[in-house]
């Protein structure tokens, strides 16, 4: 497993825009490389009822140095309500993500949040990787799937850190793919399997958001 960290940041949606491209011009000017996940709306309903998050953008860096300048880049936003921290581990479980050097610069993620905790967490863990990540090599279109599990860290005096049970991120070429995978049968498969995980609190969130690899100075 590798390290990453992620910022969420939640607000008014009318902010989207803007902090989208605050946080974009600051990767920019830094020593680092990040990738910019923002919020695609796309053109027909769910056809499952599943919980929709709202963030207004997801930062992922493969190192936390910028994390404290990017939180007030954020903040500074008018709409922006608050941004929140985690360190994570990553499983490749197919490679081909935007955060990858060797990957396509652009792609379309769609991320499932699970909020947690377990009330067994290793049980839970087995149990994901074992039994449910097959459902979802079976599902349409992904062309590749990350499996984020916390890291223990130490957050910075001032940033919000927060504790996900784990995030999940499949990547699609384009919008049409991921629309196909959620009228999959094989996605059906997958939330009636959700029955069967180890006991754990939600809510779980799902979102479709543009991933872009953002190269600094």
């Not at 007030?72 to 360190?87: N, T």
Request: aromatic share 8%.
């Amino acid at each position: 497993m590798t390290g990453t960290y992620f910022l969420h940041v939640h607000g008014a949606a009318a902010a989207r825009a803007a902090v989208a491209a605050a946080v974009e011009r600051a990767l920019k000017q830094a020593p680092a490389v990040g990738v910019l996940h923002t919020p695609i709306d796309l053109p027909d309903d769910d056809p499952l009822r599943v919980e929709q998050d709202a963030r207004l953008l997801l930062c992922q860096l493969d190192q936390p140095g910028e994390a404290a300048r990017l939180d007030d880049v954020a903040r500074a936003v008018p709409g922006v309500l608050h941004v929140a921290h985690q360190s994570m581990f990553c499983e490749r479980i197919t490679p081909g993500a935007p955060d990858e050097p060797g990957a396509v610069p652009r792609a379309v993620s769609w991320f499932v949040q699970y909020n947690g905790p377990a009330e067994d967490p290793a049980a839970f863990y087995a149990y994901y990787r074992e039994h449910h990540v097959p459902i979802v090599h079976r599902m349409p279109r992904i062309r590749s799937l990350s499996w984020y599990v916390p890291a223990a860290w130490t957050p910075r005096a001032g940033l919000h850190a927060v504790s996900y049970l784990q995030l999940v991120q499949a990547v699609f070429d384009d919008v049409e793919g991921l629309l196909a995978m959620r009228r999959s049968a094989q996605r059906k498969e997958g939330l009636r399997d959700f029955a069967n995980y180890p006991a754990f609190e939600g809510p779980v969130t799902h979102q479709a958001l543009l991933s872009r690899r953002i190269s600094g100075h």
